[in-house]
């Protein structure tokens, strides 16, 4: 009852705005064609946990039974926003390209540039929205076990949320710039709340990153002469900035400006100093949110950016980025198998998964977009499950704990399980998501950089050799170490939570097949911009 | 239920048990429903092959599941690469495919099951079983696999489950070693064979249409016909190695992934550790291990021997390797003196063996040394791991007195060690043929000296092999119980009851085996083949017999040199160098022990030998030489001594007169066969 509520509520928040749809035939609009749902469904999506949020921030929460009543319904809000997207998801499979959705209308103009509320789907951002929102449920769900806080958490959460969901709807860059700006105050503020000396570095880095980026977007958006909107995917077409060429040029320069804002965003070499200062001191909501989800977001707006904005520029660079992604996976691994801080480690697994995105920003054809999109969902469920995975252990080792000779299996057999699955799973085993988007990536960047290619073959043994390291020192050992002794085994609830992680990345692995008519929408249309239609 | 839906569910059974194995939080359930797991399989197998046998023939089955097809955007640019992407888990069922399954899994199986009995009280072996299982799976895979993913699916497979078998001794930092040993080797493995595929779509298109590859081969090589160095060219031709145009550079690069990739599983030389590893596993399911990384690695090679044949000096530059590898186990075999190292060296040498007829154009002669290799790994494997648990030590002077109180064991152990002499038959046999027959193919007088002397080498180390393990099993079954501190001679058993009548069956269908292994030999006659060297045979045996003679006293006199070094303190330039390969990760050289004590072995063998007429004084750099010479004579007298003591069940048959009468029966048998 309170679901269906809280879908009026949001629904009658949107009406006022009529909904329209997109200008360009590529991405047509299903409103006419599937009833009154689809109109609003991505506003649902995006505005809908934020409202919750909202709603739930005035709830009372003295006694234990006002915070399990926040916490059901913060569950059953995150659940019904999954089960949308899972509606989604099957209303686009069912129909193909055509089915994707699309909400677009004018909403102000300043200094010459029309803002538009302009939100759309393609096949791409249908997979990571699905993925996403489940994984937040899962994270959601892990929160019933908070007795003390669990509004703030909560509410964190679902903003989180909403503010993802916008990044990946988002047509225009004022949107984009708005989802980043929720994501990092939200965030932000939580982080400050008891790791100021963390959080401090991240909002003056990621404001300047967002200023940085609204500028160049909207340079950008008067370069193309697509109008003063700035619709990322329908609009640009491949002209735009092809004809600058040089390496020096401006176009050349914004471009690397922009990757620079997102580079920092995904944790990736150089720019990953943030998150190792995060995964070290952050706490596991942050981490969760910014190891887990966050970069994998970024990725995929690098992807979008470099390929829809500046289709002609990116391939200029393309050397560099191949480098700059080998380089990150052999630091990551290099500081995977260094460190002795679990965070620090898990925040490392996370930089290692940017260097796909990397490679494929460097040689970006369809096939290798379709393996970064697997890669994407792949490391979004494996990197949130391991930040969870070693959250639990931080409970029970009572602070960050250190990777050597922890010995869990003797004492948590079930925590050293569920490790054991996501490294295999990270590690590209088959079956696995990141053997399917391996391969795909591989083969597909195989003829534009051939060395450096065999060179993050070599780096994913690296990477694996680091991953099958923690195994040694955390799963195994003669006798648990001091502090685990008297440890408990993940409960019911820990690993329901983490059950519904694991169990997305067994489907993703064994049926990859099941989301190829939506990825075969989203890539063509993505790559239409480099290939000229 | 047709055969073909039969076989996907005999290849997803492995799996499903193993998720059901998951379900038993009691050890002993869930390691039963494992070895359950494998008994079905191997039914459901035999069922298979003997369908195909009896009704399909030489007809081969594609099958496929399609598990990824991306029809992607096509390129308007000349940069961009756009062709459509299938991942098909496929299958290539033909009656020798299923057949090779059906004896790997058996095999596996057999390990399997005697060894639980043994290894039932120790913690987490349900954990082991269950990286049994999922071997048992890969195995399986690699045998039937239709296509590059199918291969790669089950070379990751086999991979990870050496790794998380080896786990199985997670408690000590000896098991830990060992894993990171198998971790290190398997991923480079993994990774030069994710090169080859990548390699392959990005010329071909695709990554199934490399069934056209193995084709070529698994169609010439299902009839059991002797296939030629020419054939087999022809065939490649006719393939799509040529059609597709790959650049020579490219054939070359793949040529070494795929090579690379095989040979480093195969534990070819100079990566010898990687199959002697598996003796430090867990005994008996080592033998699970040793037999999927051989099974592997020699379908890989075979599958792919066209590849080579188009690449100029790849087929050399893999024989030149497997001799090597043969030579290098043979002399670490004599050089080690832990039992279940020396029976791993000892197969391993056999395994190479097939490679190196693999890589001459012996495809058949290969084919059946790498079947008899797997079935002796299943036998010496049970006995070693039984002898190692009852007698409480690894090494071979706290081992004796098999004959007199253990019956089926010593019958089972010596079966096996006649196996693994009488594989020096038709080896010899084989090798002659091979030379024979491809000496107008090969051209260029380097490649003939190569192909001349890799084979005598190959040969004469297999002798040696031989010769340790019929050493081994005398040494092992004469002279009563041993009597030392913390053993309890009342408390040594024989095999488990089931254990005696599998082992027994076993050891009886391998001799059998042996006996009908001359298939290629027969063919070659029935067909009337007139280029097969089998007819030829005649008017090479009695050269081959003097050939082989001659090595055979070579390699006794030098094998019993080496043996008299055993335990001889390391010099300091061994240790240096040992130090240095220890840095190093043993990524380099080899084990770390038998590679101390072969290094050892070498360096002071030729100075002893020389001491023997140089030594006249006290000199202080003469002295170690002289005393060196001492031990030599020291050690002869003592192997003398341990072979022919009078109380020995042996009595005056020794291992040396036994392996005389394997070979001189083996020849007789050639060449009755081939007349």
Not at chain 2, 282 to 285: N, T
């Given at each position: 009852?309170?679901a269906?509520l809280?879908?009026?509520?949001?629904?009658?928040?949107t009406?006022p705005?009529?909904?329209?749809a997109?200008?360009s035939t590529?991405l047509p609009?299903?409103?006419?064609?599937?009833?009154?749902?689809?109109?609003?469904?991505?506003?649902v999506?995006?505005?809908?946990?934020?409202l919750?949020?909202?709603?739930?921030?005035?709830?009372?929460?003295?006694t234990?039974?006002d915070?399990?009543?926040?916490r059901?319904?913060?569950?059953?809000?995150?659940?019904?926003?999954?089960?949308?997207?899972?509606?989604?998801?099957n209303d686009?499979?069912?129909f193909?390209?055509?089915?994707?959705?699309a909400?677009?209308h004018?909403?102000?103009?300043?200094?010459?540039i029309?803002?538009?509320?302009?939100?759309s789907s393609?096949?791409i951002?249908?997979t990571?929205?699905f993925?996403l929102?489940?994984?937040?449920?899962?994270?959601t769900?892990?929160r019933?076990?908070?007795?003390?806080?669990?509004?703030?958490?909560?509410t964190?959460?679902?903003?989180?949320?909403?503010?993802l969901n916008l990044?990946?709807?988002a047509?225009?860059?004022?949107?984009?710039?708005?989802?980043?700006?929720?994501i990092?105050?939200?965030?932000?503020?939580?982080?400050?709340?008891?790791?100021?000396?963390?959080?401090r570095?991240w909002?003056i880095?990621?404001?300047?990153s967002?200023?940085?980026?609204?500028t160049v977007?909207s340079?950008?958006?008067r370069?193309?002469?697509?109008g003063?909107?700035l619709?990322?995917?329908?609009?640009?077409?491949?002209?735009?900035?092809?004809?600058h060429?040089a390496?020096?040029?401006?176009?050349?320069l914004?471009?690397?400006?922009?990757?620079?804002?997102?580079?920092?965003w995904m944790g990736?070499w150089?720019f990953h100093g943030w998150?190792?200062?995060l995964?070290?001191s952050?706490?596991?909501?942050?981490?969760?949110?910014?190891?887990?989800?966050?970069?994998?977001v970024a990725?995929?707006?690098?992807?979008v950016?470099?390929v829809?904005?500046f289709p002609a520029?990116?391939?200029?660079?393309?050397?560099?980025?191949?480098?700059l992604?080998?380089?990150n996976?052999?630091w990551?691994?290099?500081g995977?198998?260094?460190?002795?801080s679990?965070?620090?480690?898990?925040?490392?697994?996370?930089?290692?998964?940017?260097?796909?995105?990397?490679?494929?920003?460097?040689?970006?054809?369809?096939?290798?977009?379709?393996?970064?999109v697997?890669?994407?969902?792949?490391?979004?469920?494996v990197t949130?499950g391991?930040?969870c995975?070693?959250?639990?252990?931080?409970?029970?080792?009572?602070?960050d704990?250190e990777?050597?000779?922890?010995?869990?299996?003797?004492?948590?057999?079930?925590l050293g399980?569920?490790w054991?699955?996501?490294?295999?799973?990270?590690a590209?085993a088959p079956?696995?998501?990141f053997?399917?988007?391996?391969?795909?990536?591989?083969?597909?960047?195989m003829?534009?950089?051939?060395?450096?290619?065999?060179?993050?073959?070599?780096?994913?043994v690296?990477?694996?050799?680091a991953?099958?390291r923690?195994?040694?020192?955390m799963?195994w050992?003669?006798?648990?170490h001091?502090?685990?002794?008297r440890?408990?085994?993940?409960?019911a609830?820990?690993?329901?939570?983490?059950?519904?992680?694991l169990?997305?990345?067994?489907l993703?692995g064994i049926?990859?097949?099941?989301?190829d008519?939506?990825?075969?929408?989203g890539?063509?249309?993505?790559?239409?911009h480099?290939?000229?239609? | 239920?047709?055969?073909?839906?039969?076989?996907w569910?005999?290849v997803?059974?492995?799996?499903?048990m193993?998720?059901i194995?998951?379900?038993?939080?009691?050890?002993?359930?869930?390691?039963?429903?494992?070895?359950?797991?494998?008994i079905l399989?191997t039914v459901?197998?035999?069922?298979e092959?003997?369908?195909?046998?009896?009704?399909?023939g030489a007809?081969?089955h594609e099958?496929?599941?399609?598990f990824?097809?991306?029809?992607?955007?096509?390129?308007t640019?000349?940069?961009l690469f756009a062709?459509s992407?299938?991942?098909?888990?496929g299958?290539?069922?033909?009656?020798?495919?299923?057949?090779?399954?059906c004896?790997?899994?058996?095999?596996?199986?057999?390990?399997?099951?005697?060894?639980?009995?043994?290894?039932?009280?120790?913690?987490g072996?349900?954990?082991?079983?269950?990286?049994?299982?999922l071997?048992?799976?890969?195995?399986m895979?690699?045998?039937?696999?239709g296509g590059?993913?199918?291969?790669?699916?089950?070379w990751?497979?086999?991979?990870?489950?050496s790794?998380?078998?080896?786990?199985?001794?997670?408690q000590?930092?000896?098991?830990?070693?060992?894993?990171?040993?198998?971790?290190l080797?398997?991923?480079?493995?993994?990774?030069l064979?994710?090169a080859?595929?990548v390699?392959?779509?990005?010329?071909?298109?695709?990554?199934i249409s490399?069934?056209?590859i193995?084709?070529a081969?698994?169609?010439?090589v299902?009839?059991?016909?002797?296939?030629?160095?020419?054939?087999?060219?022809?065939?490649?031709?006719?393939g799509?190695?040529?059609?597709v145009?790959?650049?020579?550079?490219?054939t070359?690069?793949?040529?070494?992934?795929?090579?690379?990739a095989a040979?480093?599983?195969l534990?070819?030389?100079?990566?010898?550790?990687?199959?002697?590893?598996?003796?430090?596993s867990?005994?008996?399911?080592a033998?699970?291990s040793?037999i999927?990384?051989?099974?592997?690695?020699?379908?890989?090679l075979?599958?792919?021997m066209?590849l080579?044949m188009?690449v100029?000096?790849?087929?050399?530059?893999?024989f030149?390797?497997?001799?090597?590898?043969?030579?290098?186990?043979a002399?670490?075999?004599w050089?080690?003196?832990?039992?279940?190292?020396?029976t791993?060296?000892v197969l391993?040498?056999?395994?190479?063996m097939?490679?190196?007829?693999?890589?001459?154009?012996?495809y058949?002669a290969?084919?059946?040394?790498?079947v008899?290799?797997?079935?002796?790994?299943?036998?010496l494997?049970?006995?070693?791991?039984h002898l190692?648990?009852?007698?409480?030590?690894?090494?071979?002077?706290?081992?004796q007195?098999?004959?007199r109180t253990?019956?089926?064991?010593r019958?089972?152990l010596?079966?096996c060690?006649?196996?693994v002499?009488?594989?020096?038959?038709?080896t010899?046999?084989?090798s002659a043929?091979?030379?024979?027959?491809?000496?107008?193919?090969v051209?260029g007088h380097?490649?003939?000296?190569?192909l001349?002397a890799?084979s005598i080498?190959?040969?004469?180390?297999?002798?040696?092999?031989?010769?340790?393990?019929?050493?081994?099993?005398?040494?092992?079954?004469?002279?009563?119980l041993?009597d030392?501190?913390g053993?309890?001679?009342?408390?040594?058993v024989?095999?488990?009851?089931?254990?005696?009548w599998?082992?027994?069956?076993?050891?009886?269908a391998m001799?059998v085996?042996?006996v009908?292994?001359?298939?290629?030999l027969?063919a070659?006659?029935?067909?009337?083949?007139?280029?097969?060297?089998y007819?030829?045979?005649?008017?090479?045996?009695?050269?081959s017999a003097?050939?082989?003679?001659?090595?055979?006293?070579?390699?006794?006199?030098?094998a019993?040199?080496?043996a008299?070094n055993?335990g001889?303190?390391q010099?300091?330039?061994?240790?240096r160098?040992?130090?240095?390969?220890?840095?190093?990760g043993?990524?380099?050289?080899?084990?770390?022990?038998?590679?101390?004590?072969?290094?050892?072995a070498l360096?002071?063998?030729l100075?002893?030998a020389?001491?023997?007429f140089?030594?006249r004084?006290?000199?202080?750099v003469l002295?170690?030489?002289a005393?060196g010479?001492?031990r030599v004579?020291?050690?002869?007298?003592?192997?003398?001594?341990?072979?022919?003591?009078?109380?020995s069940?042996?009595?005056g048959?020794?291992?040396?007169?036994?392996?005389?009468?394997?070979i001189v029966?083996?020849i007789?048998l050639?060449?009755?066969?081939a007349?």
């Open positions: 009852m309170t269906f809280l879908q009026g509520l949001l629904a009658a928040a009406v705005t009529p909904v329209t997109a200008p590529t609009s299903t409103a006419a064609s599937t009833g009154q749902l689809p109109h609003v469904l991505l506003s999506l995006v505005l809908g946990p934020m919750t949020a909202l709603f739930l921030a005035f709830f009372p929460a003295r234990q039974e915070r399990g009543r926040i059901l319904l913060a569950v059953i809000a995150v659940l019904l926003i999954a089960i949308a997207t899972l509606w989604m998801v686009v499979n069912s193909g390209q055509t089915a994707a959705y909400e677009s004018h909403w102000f103009t300043v200094l010459g029309s803002i538009a509320y302009a939100l393609n096949g951002t249908t990571l929205v993925a929102d489940f994984t937040i449920f899962g994270l769900f892990l019933w076990k908070d007795r003390d806080y669990p509004r703030t958490n909560v964190v959460m679902l903003v989180a949320l909403g503010a990044l990946l709807f047509d225009d860059a004022v949107m984009l710039v708005a989802g980043l700006l929720i990092l105050g939200v965030t932000g503020w939580k982080a400050s709340t008891g790791h100021m000396e963390a959080s570095s909002v880095v990621g404001l300047a967002i200023i940085v980026l609204g977007l340079v950008a958006a370069e193309t002469g697509a003063s909107t619709l990322l995917a329908p609009v640009l077409q491949p002209a735009s900035f092809t004809s060429v390496l020096l040029s401006r176009s050349g914004l471009f690397l400006v922009a990757m620079g804002v997102i580079a920092m990736v150089p998150l190792g200062k995964a070290g952050g706490d596991s909501l942050s981490r969760e949110l910014f190891i887990g989800l966050v970069p994998r990725g995929y707006l690098a992807l950016i470099s829809a904005v520029v990116s391939g200029q660079y393309s050397t560099l980025f191949a480098i992604a080998v380089v996976a052999v990551a691994a290099g995977m198998a260094g460190t002795t679990l965070r620090r480690f898990v925040g490392y697994l996370s930089m290692a998964q940017g260097s796909v995105i990397l490679f494929v920003i460097a040689v970006p054809t369809p096939l290798a977009i379709t393996g970064a697997y890669a994407l969902v792949g490391s979004m469920l949130t391991a930040a995975a070693a959250a639990f252990l931080e409970e029970r080792w009572k602070d704990p990777l050597r000779s922890m010995g869990v299996m003797h004492v948590m057999p079930r399980m569920v054991m699955v996501l490294v295999i799973a990270a590209g079956f696995f998501p053997f399917t988007s391996d391969l795909a990536v591989v083969s597909g960047v003829p534009g950089h051939r060395i450096l290619a065999f060179a993050l073959l070599a780096s994913f690296l990477i694996a050799i991953l099958f923690s195994l040694r020192e799963l050992g003669e006798e648990p001091d502090r685990l002794v440890a408990k085994d993940l409960g609830g820990e690993l329901g939570a983490l059950g519904v992680i169990v997305l990345i067994l993703y049926f990859p097949s099941h989301v008519t939506l990825l075969n929408s890539v063509t249309e993505l790559v239409t480099v290939t000229g239609g | 239920m047709s055969i073909d839906v039969l076989l569910i005999v997803a059974l492995p799996l499903a193993l998720a194995s998951y379900l038993f939080e009691v050890q002993r359930r869930a390691a039963f429903t494992c070895i359950l797991g494998m399989t459901g197998l035999a069922v092959s003997g369908y195909w046998l009896l009704h399909l007809r081969p099958l496929q599941v399609p990824l097809t991306l029809s992607l955007a096509q390129s640019t000349g940069t062709p992407f299938d991942l098909e888990f299958l290539h069922a033909s009656v020798f495919s299923v057949t090779l399954a004896i790997a899994v058996a095999s596996c199986t057999l390990v399997a099951w005697v060894g639980y009995r043994m290894l039932r009280g120790a913690y072996v349900h954990r082991a079983y269950a990286a049994s299982l071997m048992v799976f890969g195995v895979c690699a045998c039937l696999s590059l993913i199918t291969t790669y699916v089950s990751m497979v086999i991979g990870f489950s790794w998380y078998l080896s786990t199985f001794l997670w000590q930092a000896e098991g830990r070693h060992r894993a990171k040993q198998f971790f080797i398997d991923r480079t493995s993994d990774l064979l994710l080859a595929c390699l392959v779509f990005v010329k071909f298109g695709s990554y490399t069934i056209s193995s084709s081969a698994t169609s010439t299902h009839q059991f016909t002797y296939v030629t160095l020419q054939q087999v060219i022809i065939a490649a031709s006719h799509h190695v040529h059609e145009g790959m650049s020579l550079l490219d070359r690069i793949l040529a070494v992934c795929i090579g690379g040979l480093l599983r534990g070819a030389f100079p990566f010898g550790f990687a199959l002697e590893a598996t003796a430090d867990p005994l008996p399911l033998g699970i040793y999927a990384r051989v099974v592997a690695a020699s379908v890989l075979w599958k792919f066209p080579f188009t100029q000096h790849g087929m050399m530059v893999v030149v390797l497997a001799v090597l590898g043969v030579a290098a186990s002399v670490y075999a050089a080690s003196d832990d039992l279940a190292h020396v791993t060296l391993q040498g056999i395994a190479l097939g490679v190196v007829f693999y890589a001459a154009g012996g058949v290969g084919i059946v040394t790498e008899t290799d797997v079935m002796l790994a299943a036998g494997y049970t006995v070693t791991a190692i648990l009852q007698f409480r030590s690894r090494f071979l002077g706290d081992i007195g098999v004959w253990m019956p089926v064991t019958s089972v010596i079966a060690t006649a196996g002499v009488g594989v020096l038959g038709w010899l046999e084989g043929a091979v030379l024979w027959n491809e000496f107008p193919y051209s380097l490649n003939v000296v190569l001349v890799g080498i190959a040969f004469a180390a297999l002798i040696l092999a031989g010769a340790r393990m019929t050493h081994v099993t005398a040494r092992m079954c004469a002279g009563p041993p030392r501190r053993f309890d001679a009342r408390k040594v024989e095999l488990p009851g089931s254990g005696q599998l082992c027994s069956i076993f050891a009886l001799a085996w042996e009908v292994s001359f298939p290629p027969l070659g006659a029935v067909h009337g083949w007139r280029r097969s060297v007819a030829l045979l005649p008017t090479l045996s009695l050269e003097l050939i082989g003679a001659g090595i055979l006293v070579a390699g006794v006199g030098l019993a040199l080496w008299s055993l001889a303190p010099p300091s330039l061994v240790g160098i040992d130090a240095v390969r220890q840095r190093l043993t990524l380099i050289v080899g084990g770390s022990v038998p590679t101390a004590r072969a290094w050892n360096t002071e063998l100075p002893a020389w001491g023997e140089v030594v004084s006290d000199d202080h002295a170690p030489l005393a010479h001492r004579l020291h050690r002869l007298e003592e192997i003398w001594h341990a072979w022919e003591q009078p109380e069940a042996l009595g048959i020794s291992s040396s007169v036994m392996f005389a009468i394997f029966v083996g007789v050639a060449v009755w066969v007349r």
